[in-house]
């Protein structure tokens, strides 16, 4: 399953005036749509229950799928980074091939 190791969201003024939502997720692994289905259902918790700083966090941990938000669409969505290597605590070792016992 996949592991969440950081996540924010923060508001954007772009240069042509208009304001976006940031979001910043990181993970040691993406399921196809997963990410989608993430921002999806941020963007739901946000409506659903605004001001609520846990709302995500309580769709995301509950185990029931059918409480998340459909995929959203591709359309107004921009991936910044993908990168691979160390990010959570004892992966540096993991990844220069070093046993941890």
């Given amino acids: 399953s996949t592991r969440i190791l950081a996540a924010a969201a923060s508001r954007v003024a ?25 921002v999806a259902t941020a963007v739901h ?3 659903s229950r605004p001001g609520d700083e846990l709302a995500l966090y309580d769709l995301a941990t509950c185990g029931d799928v059918h409480r998340t938000a459909p995929a959203a669409p591709a359309i107004g969505l921009c991936l910044a980074e993908a990168g691979y290597g160390a990010a959570a605590p004892g992966d540096e ?7 941890g016992g």
Avoid: I
């Avoid at 208009?18 to 289905?37: H, I, N, P, Y």
């Avoid at 993991?94 to 046993?99: D, N, P």
């Fill in 45 to 47: 918790a946000a409506r």
């Fill in 14 to 38: 772009l240069p042509c005036g208009a304001e976006v939502v940031r979001l910043d997720v990181a993970g040691d692994r993406f399921l196809r749509r997963q990410v989608r289905t993430l």
């Fill in 93 to 99: 070792a993991q990844s220069r091939g070093e046993s």
